[in-house]
């Protein structure tokens, strides 16, 4: 039903910036959530940023004051504005969606959503 798809991911070095963009697409009665997951090697995935459809943000403790989540005007799409990129940034980083959609003759269903993941590597 929504298919996410990230851009921005690459190389950057310390104290850089770089910013990481997703798209959805594909039919839904409502996009809740909106948000960003990353995972490290031999790590487990964790919250990178979030923001509700009431504008409510939420920021891991490792990116406050460096990171910003902000979505487009149309809605169907969300930022991840990364400055001041530390090496522990390094990690792939996921797009993540809770929406509602209205499948044909049943009543509305929550559901996550996630894209393919791209890479992120903040080294000198």
């Known amino acids: 039903q929504v298919q996410l798809v990230e851009s921005g991911g690459g190389l950057a070095q310390p104290g850089e910036s770089l910013s990481l963009s997703c798209a959805a697409s594909?039919?839904?009665?409502?996009?809740?959530?909106m948000g960003w997951y990353r995972q490290a090697p031999g790590r487990q995935r964790e919250l990178v940023a979030s923001?509700?459809?009431?504008?409510?943000?939420e920021y891991a403790d490792s990116v406050k004051g460096r990171f910003t989540i902000s979505r487009d005007n149309a809605k169907n799409t969300w930022l991840l504005q990364m400055n001041s990129l530390k090496t522990e940034d390094t990690a792939v980083y996921y797009c993540?969606?809770?929406?509602?959609?209205?499948?044909?003759?049943?009543?509305?269903?929550?559901?996550?959503?996630w894209g393919q993941g791209t890479q992120v590597t903040v080294s000198s």
């Open positions: 923001i509700s459809s009431l504008d409510a943000v």
């Open positions: 993540n969606a809770g929406a509602v959609i209205l499948p044909a003759g049943r009543n509305a269903e929550y559901h996550e959503y």
């Open positions: 594909g039919t839904w009665f409502t996009i809740n959530t």
